[in-house]
């Protein structure tokens, strides 16, 4: 199993670009997450999805939009980007169920915005 | 979201014991304890969890407090990989987000 996936690792925009990240699961989890990670900080929750067909806005959810593709899939969307979204991007996933349940995180993009 | 309260960063030598706190006076009857950790440039990974009882894994015990209002996370021997930012982190049962603090970073030295 990969786990949870995430494309691409780097990427440099242009402040007013847009660009979609992407993240995949292989474990059949109901429920993914998109967090952000300032430097020196720790990780915001941007928006999840708990099941397949539904999205929720978590701490920091403005400038991004996201799309809950298939039960694999959660993509997070920069509309325009701008430099204060210059940050790490964690994708996650979890087993719904209890709140037990472990989250598995993947490696991270890292996105620069000029 | 119930709020944890950690210390910014801890120091440790190699193969001694680091207990590393954490505060949740505000925690409800339902809220699971977890607690992950974040390698240098990569993603969080899970440590340990539990509700009201002590736990014990491979990586880790995890040591709660009989009211529930503070908790500890004890490496029992430390090796430079454990250098990393340590989060605690409440869960409530009726939601489905997992909201990080800022951690502790811990330091270990040879």
């Known amino acids: 199993n990969a786990g949870v996936t995430q494309t691409p690792k780097f990427q440099v925009l242009k402040t007013g670009q847009s660009m979609t990240l992407q993240c995949a699961q292989d474990?059949?989890?109901?429920?993914m997450y998109w967090y952000r990670q300032d430097p020196g900080m720790g990780l915001r929750l941007i928006y999840y999805?708990?099941?397949?067909?539904?999205?929720d806005k978590g701490e920091v959810p403005n400038g991004y939009n996201v799309s809950r593709l298939n039960k694999r899939e959660f993509s997070l969307r920069l509309e325009s980007a701008a430099p204060s979204q210059t940050s790490v991007y964690f994708c996650?996933?979890?087993?719904?169920?209890?709140?037990?349940?472990?989250?598995?995180f993947g490696p991270g993009t890292r996105l620069l915005v000029l | 979201d119930a709020k944890t309260t950690q210390p910014n960063s801890m120091e440790s030598n190699e193969e001694e014991p680091v207990h590393l706190p954490c505060n949740h006076s505000?925690?409800?009857?339902?809220?699971?304890i977890h607690w992950y950790r974040q390698l240098p440039s990569q993603g969080p990974e899970y440590v340990i969890h539990g509700l009201t009882s002590n736990v014990n894994n491979r990586m880790a015990s995890l040591a709660i407090a009989e009211d529930r209002k503070s908790s500890t996370l004890i490496l029992h021997r430390a090796t430079l990989r454990d250098a990393a930012v340590y989060y605690c982190i409440l869960r409530a049962s009726n939601t489905d987000k997992l909201i990080f603090g800022t951690g502790t970073r811990l330091q270990v030295f040879p």
């Open positions: 999805s708990a099941s397949e067909g539904t999205t």
């Open positions: 505000t925690i409800s009857g339902t809220d699971y």
């Open positions: 474990m059949n989890h109901n429920s």
């Open positions: 996650a996933s979890r087993e719904a169920g209890t709140a037990a349940a472990t989250q598995y």
